[in-house]
């Protein structure tokens, strides 16, 4: 009976772990950052619509960070939408909050600042022991690694809170074997983090190491002209130009991408459009209008159709109008209508429409007014038009 009853104790046990473990996998945890779900809702890693139509980037990290805004700036130097702000401390990183406690700092910075992307360097002086909780924590320990990444953590789910789009750059390889392996653990915890909590690694390891893969002082430059680039483990100017570049090549492409994004579909691309705008900000020639000693048949007159204004010559309906290039003794057309219709700007647009006595052309087809035109609708008054049913863009279910 003992041994039935230990039985049945172990199953009991057995079950209750297995159904736990399966609460803890299908119920989401309170850690789940909120960014992965914004992620969801813009094609875009960044905005689509900062302030002012230019794009504020701050640069925070250690020493490393202040060489790399030396080269950013010099980057975005000739783009007018694009500035490049410096934010980065000397001799500052996670290991030690009493010199400068970033976590604790950077609501402030970001309070003080309207940002719109981070680009992010640290690790030159991390390579010491972490104290908490009153214990040392010796460097490339599991409990060192576990405390520095939620410190990491902490500061990249600020950043991607407040709405910026993060660039975490990776620690390029080192002179000595020792300090390549430190940058190695170091660059998997930024990796890592910048992973999990929507944020985008660069790495720059490659970009400055031989074709052993070791470190390498001599690089080319964008010219493809060998320079020195590396000043021990840190970067001279033009490894800072070199480092730099990495990151404009990923952060170009989502400015390039936020930028499509804000356009009107129906639009056209910026040329296209620059186009439409210069059209609607020129006035249309007024109508001219004939003297009274003229013929009558040549003086306009103006109706009002419902909203819409119609202008046209002031004759009889069944007046013919002679073709020349016809035959005269064809039946005459009817009367082109013009019609008119206010833009912004107290401007006018005009349009006529003509038919023909061939009711079998496709030309002879009456014409919307400009006003009820769908080109009208959607680039002046900004109607969102009802697709086509069967459509590419009919997302109706089920599908016709």
Request: proline share 6%.
């Amino acid at each position: 009976m003992s041994c039935q009853r230990n039985i049945r104790t172990l199953m009991r046990r057995s079950i209750g772990s297995f159904l736990l473990l399966l609460a803890a996998t299908l119920v989401p945890t309170g850690s789940t950052p909120a960014v992965a779900q914004d992620a969801l809702a813009h094609r875009s890693y960044i905005t689509p619509f900062p302030n002012g139509d230019r794009y504020r980037v701050v640069v925070l990290g250690d020493a490393g960070g202040e060489g790399l805004w030396n080269g950013l700036y010099r980057t975005f130097e000739e783009d007018p939408t694009v500035d490049v702000l410096n934010q980065s401390k000397k001799w500052s990183g996670f290991t030690d909050p009493k010199r400068f406690d970033w976590n604790g700092k950077i609501d402030q910075i970001l309070k003080d600042g309207t940002y719109h992307v981070a680009v992010v360097q640290f690790g030159l002086g991390e390579y010491k022991p972490i104290r908490q909780d009153g214990k040392l924590l010796k460097v490339g320990t599991e409990e060192w690694r576990e405390a520095y990444g939620d410190r990491v953590e902490t500061f990249v789910r600020k950043l991607r809170g407040a709405g910026l789009g993060v660039y975490w750059v990776g620690l390029p390889v080192m002179r000595s074997a020792g300090n390549s392996a430190a940058a190695e653990r170091l660059n998997s915890v930024f990796r890592e983090k910048a992973f999990v909590n929507g944020a985008k690694f660069v790495d720059t390891w490659r970009a400055f190491a031989d074709e052993n893969g070791l470190y390498a002082p001599v690089g080319t430059d964008e010219t493809g002209r060998r320079q020195r680039m590396r000043d021990r483990d840190g970067f001279t100017s033009r490894g800072n130009l070199k480092l730099a570049r990495l990151i404009n090549k990923e952060l170009s492409k989502d400015i390039n991408l936020a930028k499509k994004e804000r356009d009107i579909p129906l639009a056209g691309d910026p040329a296209e459009q620059e186009k439409v705008a210069k059209g609607l900000t020129s006035a249309p020639e007024p109508v001219v209008r004939r003297a009274p000693e003229d013929d009558e048949r040549n003086v306009l007159r103006e109706d009002q159709v419902g909203d819409v204004s119609v202008v046209r010559p002031n004759r009889g309906a069944a007046a013919p109008v002679v073709d020349p290039a016809g035959d005269p003794s064809a039946s005459g057309s009817r009367d082109p209508q013009v019609i008119t219709s206010n833009l912004p700007g107290g401007y006018t647009a005009i349009s006529s429409i003509s038919a023909v006595s061939d009711v079998t052309l496709s030309s002879s087809r009456p014409q919307l007014p400009l006003a009820q035109r769908p080109y009208y609708r959607v680039l002046v008054r900004g109607e969102q038009l009802e697709p086509k049913s069967g459509r590419a863009d009919d997302f109706a279910w089920p599908p016709s």
